[in-house]
Each structure stands twice: as structure tokens, then as C-alpha cells.
């Protein structure tokens, strides 16, 4: 069925889009694992778990606020798997740190090609 809202919405935008949920659903995946590492009795880093699962959480709602904006823009959210985090264990917190630091970056050049998609689109949006 198609939607009655949808205007100027490439469908290439749209699949970024879904792309990036996934992107942000992956991160916030990473920092729970992050957060549960830390929180074990043999690394007992309890505010390094408490700032990776709030780091998770705000993930999760960057997810659910790209599924808000497809919704609202007549799109279709196709989700995938969540691929599981390259590791199990994190090593020290700055051990940690880096590898956030690297998907920090990661997620960010993603939101960037976004943004050049959409406007190569001529979507303001």
C-alpha cells in the first residue's frame, strides 16, 4: 500500500535510513555489551557500566527517532539483524574507550553520508 504522506522521499534516502537504524541499533548493542562486561564481579568498573548503558540507551533512541522520522515521512522500516560485537570482552576501560571512540566515529560518517544522500536528493528533510 502506498502512503498517502510520502513526498520528495527517494527510495534511496529511505534505505539509508533503514541502514542507520540498523547502524544505531548495532551501537546501542555494542554499549549494553560494553556495560555488562564492566558490570561483572572480576572488572567491577561500575561507572564505566553505568556510562556504557547510558550510551546504549542513547542509541536505541537515535533508532527510534530515524523509525519516527520514516514513519512520518510515508517511508517503510525494513529492519535487519543486529550484528552481534566484534568482541565479548572489552579489556580495560581504556581499552574500552577506543573502540567507542572508533564507533563514535563510525556512526557519525554514516549520519554524514546521510546527509549528503539526502541532499544530493534535494531532500530537506
Not at 30 to 56: C, I
Not at 63 to 84: H, P, S, T, W, Y
Not at 106 to 114: F, H
Amino acid at each position: 500500500m502506498n502512503s498517502q504522506v510520502r513526498q520528495n522521499f527517494h527510495q534511496d534516502c529511505e534505505a539509508a535510513i533503514n541502514r542507520q537504524i540498523n547502524l544505531e541499533m548495532y551501537a546501542s548493542y555494542v554499549y549494553l555489551s560494553m556495560s555488562f562486561y564492566f558490570d561483572r564481579d572480576d572488572q567491577a568498573l561500575h561507572n564505566f557500566a553505568k556510562f556504557f548503558r547510558h550510551q546504549s540507551h542513547e542509541e536505541r533512541e537515535h533508532a527510534e527517532k530515524l523509525m519516527k522520522l520514516q514513519n512520518q515521512r510515508g517511508g517503510r522500516i525494513f529492519l535487519q539483524d543486529v550484528k552481534k560485537p566484534e568482541r565479548d570482552e572489552w579489556g580495560s576501560g581504556v581499552e574500552a574507550l577506543e573502540c567507542a571512540l572508533q564507533l563514535e566515529k563510525n556512526v557519525n560518517q554514516s549520519l554524514l553520508d546521510l546527509h549528503k544522500l539526502a541532499t544530493d536528493h534535494n531532500d530537506p528533510h
